[in-house]
């Protein structure tokens, strides 16, 4: 009995050491290209660059092209893998958000393959949020894998100008509507805003000011309609916000934008954490002491979240090589390495938070502690079909500033993009 233990133990550490051995040269193994599709270009480059070398680390064998079409929020990133996509070719794995614009546009267009099987191999069920999974999920598969959670109602100041102007941090609009002028007298813009996406994205976090997140939900899933006079209350408050902008608003990059707060020229800009990670990877700010932030206003308590994923579409050239960078992104490693440099927090339960600055251990004990819901301008919410739209409603709305033109438009968008029956 013994004697056969010990030699079906021996057999099983053989077959342990060949599956290995087996691991390591598929591994070497891997050859050919890996093409990856991001915006992540130019300032935004730093946290996707020290993936790609780690993964080049690990299968060196492999080229990796690093597909980058620039423009945030990938506004134009998204319009050229539309084109590829539906011109039959595909990069190996692209950039997509968790939510609407994964589920809604490419799943639902059976573009992508179901990663269930992966999600099992590595235990990622057990290490990431169940409500971050549904995201990524239909009855019929899990359809990409995420590397970070990023909040976006966040408001970004410099403490020591905000002394300098005497002001304080809104934490309503009501306040913000009454320290603007103050600023005003002081040549200072109140708002710093950029092009057509960030009005978007400032939109959304005065709309959840405004709204609460119970019916922020309830528009979402087509029970609050457009037209109610709530969500027409959103855009009045809006047009007052956008009196205290800055004139040059559809000219900017959202780090332009952010710009013009680190510079002294306006007080205060409204984005999400990635301005965290431009501030400290690319412009080497202190966090807490050269730059403060705060909850956009009247969204205390609430994280509006969105999720970076990549998935592996049907008909990528490289499969194998995609399935290995998919394996490493989800990775506690490759996480940890990737959202101390990009300004987002890793979503796996088991994340080093030592590897991160201040900033983004208070997102952390935030992502736990408040109320989550998801984000419009990235993807969370609805699907491609209304975000383009969308942005013709913002350009509406920005040049007439009538509540009642944005409120028609959007319900007409919601309508037609199938997100209202
Ligand atoms: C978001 C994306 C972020 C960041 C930002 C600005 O949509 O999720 O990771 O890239 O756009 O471009």
């Known amino acids: 009995m013994r004697q056969l233990g010990v030699k079906s133990l021996l057999a099983a550490i053989m077959a342990v050491a060949l599956a290995a051995s087996m691991s390591v040269s598929a591994m070497a193994a891997l050859s050919g290209e890996l093409e990856i599709f991001s915006w992540w270009s130019g300032d935004e480059g730093p946290a996707l660059e020290a993936l790609i070398a780690r993964y080049q680390q690990l299968y060196p064998n492999v080229r990796v092209i690093n597909a980058t079409v620039a423009g945030g929020a990938g506004v134009t990133a998204k319009a050229v893998l539309k084109t590829r996509m539906l011109g039959g070719t595909p990069p190996d794995t692209f950039q997509v958000h968790a939510g609407q614009e994964l589920i809604g546009t490419w799943v639902v267009a059976d573009r992508m393959e179901d990663l269930s099987w992966l999600y099992d191999q590595e235990g990622w ?25 990023h909040r976006s109602n966040v408001m970004w100041y410099i403490p020591r100008n905000l002394e300098r102007w005497g002001v304080k941090v809104p934490t309503t609009w009501q306040e913000f509507l009454e320290i603007a002028p103050v600023l005003q007298r002081q040549g200072v813009v109140p708002l710093a805003l950029g092009e057509n996406w960030t009005m978007t994205h400032l939109w959304e976090s005065v709309a959840l000011a405004e709204l609460g997140p119970d019916k922020w939900e309830a528009l979402w899933r087509g029970e609050l309609a457009w037209t109610s006079p709530e969500v027409r209350r959103t855009w009045e408050l809006f047009g007052e916000i956008l009196r205290y902008t800055n004139a040059d608003a559809p000219s900017l990059t959202w780090q332009q934008a952010t710009d013009m707060v680190v510079n002294g020229q306006a007080a205060f800009n409204i984005m999400g954490d990635w301005a965290a990670g431009y501030m400290t990877t690319t412009l080497k700010l202190r966090p807490g002491v050269d730059f403060g932030w705060a909850p956009s206003p009247g969204t205390q308590g609430i994280f509006m979240m969105l999720s970076d994923t990549f998935g592996l579409p049907k008909g990528a050239p490289h499969r194998d090589n995609t ?15 990737f959202n101390p440099l990009k300004g987002s927090i890793s979503p796996r339960t088991d994340s080093d938070l030592s590897k991160y600055n201040e900033y983004l251990q208070s997102a952390a004990r935030d992502w736990r502690s408040s109320r989550i819901v998801g984000s419009l301008a990235h993807g969370v919410v609805a699907n491609e079909r209304f975000m383009n739209d969308f942005a013709t409603v913002m350009e509406i709305f920005y040049t007439s500033r009538s509540a009642q033109a944005a409120v028609n438009a959007a319900q007409a968008v919601a309508i037609q993009s199938g997100m209202v029956q």
Do not use: C, F, H, Y
């Open 323 to 337: 399935i290995a960078w998919l394996r490493m992104i989800g990775s506690r490693e490759a996480q940890d390495i």
């Open 125 to 149: 069920r057990r290490v990431l949020p169940e409500g971050l999974i549904r995201l990524l999920s239909t009855d019929d598969g899990i359809w990409s894998v995420p590397v970070n959670i």
